[in-house]
């Protein structure tokens, strides 16, 4: 795994797809697949929890 990142709840996330990450603040950039996702919902609004897998070459 490489790693968590958390996102809004729009757009939507499934495990399989692929996402595309450019940070300036951190070293991950470039497309990972995604392994897990973990949805919450609070009133703070609805959160995903997304868990990186390895990198798309």
Known sequence: ????????????????????????LFDKKGNYYIDKVVKSFSKEGFRQVVSLGRKVL
């Open 1 to 24: 795994m490489e790693g968590d990142i958390t996102l809004f709840g729009i757009p939507r996330v499934v495990p399989g797809m692929v996402i595309d990450l450019n940070s300036r």
